[in-house]
């Protein structure tokens, strides 16, 4: 058994090294749905059926705990997973919460009501689809009131970066986090609601300029799911390989996923 980690493309990746750096032992399957990416444009009923498909393919690689390290998945299709589909002895996380509990400095599994915190005013980048759910706000809703959100749909930008067109997201970039600026010009801080967007970290900074408090998932999320298995340890179970799979073509996937992290990852096709 190992601990599955998905995403619609090569964005998860960043949660998968952050995991990885953080618990060097604990084996993991990689799922890249690159056949049918972005999730991003997609409607919520697709991005559930996909997101399914994508899970119960981890399942048979003895995945019982999945990690959705895709936003756009996380927002529209986990909590009718976990209300409707998920059978006994398996989980599916998300990777709102972890960054959710940083922001408002909870610890995991206090369930106090919501209450005042230090950040009034935040910005949200994201998918489309992302967006459009309003993932973010209820469940920060659980957690915090007089949090003023203001959300842009970051358009494109997945798209630039799966095709590897640095410049172009770059511009993206900066063009999206302009018209977030002209609703809310003095955000405290900045969600980068997509795995993509660690890439693109330095150019969201340098557009925000300096004051804003930037989170980034990648090790919030590892941070959790270390915590996770400590109380959970059922589920590292006995397995001792990684594997990276993907739906797409294996040789382009292995290529674009080298150059995205600057390091040789070999995928399989699922």
């Known amino acids: 058994m190992a601990v599955g980690v998905f995403d619609s493309g090569l964005g998860g990746l960043t949660v998968h090294q952050a995991i990885a750096r953080r618990m060097p032992d604990l084996p993991l399957v990689y799922l890249g749905d690159n056949a ?6 997609r409607t919520a009923d697709n991005i559930y059926e996909l997101t399914c498909r994508a899970v119960e393919r981890l399942w048979d690689e003895g995945c019982d705990l999945v990690i959705l390290a895709c936003n756009t998945a996380s927002a529209a299709a986990l909590r009718r997973m976990q209300e409707n589909w998920l059978p006994p002895g398996k989980r599916v996380l998300g990777v709102f919460v972890p960054l959710i509990e940083a922001m408002t400095e909870r610890q995991w599994g206090d369930n106090s009501p919501p209450r005042e915190v230090a950040v009034r005013h935040v910005a ?21 009131i007089g949090v003023d ?41 900045a969600i980068l609601g997509c795995t993509h967007y660690p890439l693109m970290e330095q150019t969201f900074r340098e557009a925000l300029g300096e004051g804003v408090r930037v989170f980034s998932q990648a090790d919030l999320v590892a941070e959790s799911l270390e915590d996770y298995l400590h109380r959970r340890p059922e589920f590292i179970g006995p397995g001792t390989s990684s594997r990276f799979l993907t739906t797409g073509d294996p040789a382009r996937v292995t290529a674009k996923a080298t150059q995205f992290l600057r390091q040789s990852i070999q995928f399989e096709s699922a």
């Open 36 to 41: 049918h990416a972005p999730y991003g444009v």
């Open 124 to 144: 949200l980048f994201a998918t489309p689809a992302t967006v459009a759910s309003r993932a973010f706000q209820r469940e920060l809703a659980f957690r915090a």
């Open 149 to 189: 959100v203001e959300a842009q749909p970051c358009g494109g930008v997945v798209d630039a970066i799966e095709d590897g067109d640095e410049m172009l997201a770059e511009a993206l970039v900066r063009s999206h986090v302009e018209a977030l600026k002209r609703r809310m010009p003095h955000p405290e801080a």
